[in-house]
C-alpha cells in the first residue's frame, strides 16, 4: 500500500505557482521523498526528489518539512503541458517505487 | 540517448491465452522493473530484474513472470489470461547500482485488452 497521501486533484491557473503538498509521515531517516509526473497517454516521468534539504532543477523545486513527514512540490510558473497526474512516492522495502493514486493537477489558460 | 521503447503497444487477447510483453531499457542500464497500471490499482510493482536476476518481486500471482537477457532486454509474460489483467503494463529501466540516487526513465506502456 502507498505510504504517501496526496489530495485527489488540484487547480491552478496557468502561468500561476503550484504547491502540491505531501505527507510522508511514515518515512525512514534514509530514504528519498520522489516525485514522478504522468502525463495524458504516457508513461510516468521522474520531476525531483529529495532527502532532507530542499532541492531545485529546471522542472520543479522540493520543499521538505524538518521533520520530514511532509514535503511540497513546487511548480514556479505552471504551464498548460504541466496538467498531469503527480505522484509523490517512497520506495518499498525491495527497493520499488511505490506509488499512491496521486495528484490530478488541471491548468486554465 | 533512445528512451525506454516497448512493444508492441496495444494489444487484444481472449481469457486463457499468454502474452509475452518487451521492454529495451535505456542504452547502460542495467536494471528493468515492470508495473501494472489500471484505473481501480493504480501503479503497481510486478518485479525488478538487474543484470539477469530478479531482484526484487511483488505481490502478484505465478502467472506474472519475468527474464532479463544479456543486453538488459526483458520481457513479461501472462499465462492464462484473465479479465482483470487488462491493464497498462509499464517498464522502467534505471543504472541500478546500490549506491546514490537511481533515477528510473519509464517506457510508453503497453496496453493489454483482454476480452
Known amino acids: 500500500d502507498a505510504k504517501t497521501t496526496q489530495p485527489n486533484s488540484m487547480e491552478s491557473n496557468e502561468e500561476e505557482p503550484v504547491h502540491l503538498p505531501c505527507n510522508h509521515s511514515?518515512?525512514?531517516?534514509?530514504?528519498?521523498i520522489h516525485w514522478y509526473r504522468q502525463l495524458p497517454s504516457q508513461g510516468p516521468e521522474y520531476v525531483i526528489h529529495?532527502?532532507?534539504s530542499n532541492v531545485n532543477n529546471r522542472m520543479a523545486s522540493l520543499a521538505i518539512a524538518e521533520d520530514r513527514k511532509s514535503s511540497t512540490l513546487i511548480l514556479h510558473r505552471a504551464t498548460l503541458r504541466d496538467a498531469a497526474v503527480y505522484y509523490c512516492?517512497?520506495?518499498?522495502?525491495?527497493?520499488?517505487?511505490?506509488f499512491g493514486k496521486g495528484t490530478k493537477l488541471s491548468v486554465k489558460p | 540517448k533512445a528512451g525506454v521503447t516497448q512493444t508492441p503497444r496495444y494489444l487484444i487477447k481472449t481469457r486463457g491465452q499468454q502474452v509475452t510483453l518487451s521492454c529495451s531499457p535505456i542504452?547502460?542500464?542495467?536494471?528493468v522493473s515492470w508495473y501494472q497500471q489500471t484505473p481501480g490499482q493504480g501503479l503497481q510493482f510486478l518485479f525488478e530484474?538487474?543484470?539477469?536476476?530478479?531482484?526484487n518481486k511483488g505481490n502478484f500471482p505465478g502467472r506474472f513472470s519475468g527474464r532479463q537477457f544479456s543486453n538488459s532486454r526483458s520481457e513479461m509474460n501472462v499465462s492464462t489470461l484473465e479479465l482483470g489483467d487488462s491493464a497498462l503494463y509499464l517498464c522502467?529501466?534505471?543504472?541500478?547500482?546500490?549506491?546514490?540516487?537511481?533515477?528510473?526513465?519509464f517506457g510508453p506502456g503497453t496496453r493489454l485488452t483482454v476480452l
Open positions: 522502467a529501466s534505471s543504472l541500478g547500482g546500490t549506491s546514490g540516487y537511481n533515477e528510473q526513465f
Open positions: 511514515t518515512i525512514s531517516g534514509t530514504d528519498y
Open positions: 529529495g532527502l532532507t
Open positions: 512516492i517512497e520506495r518499498g522495502s525491495q527497493g520499488n517505487l511505490i
Open positions: 542504452s547502460g542500464h542495467r536494471s
Open positions: 530484474y538487474f543484470s539477469e536476476t530478479q531482484r
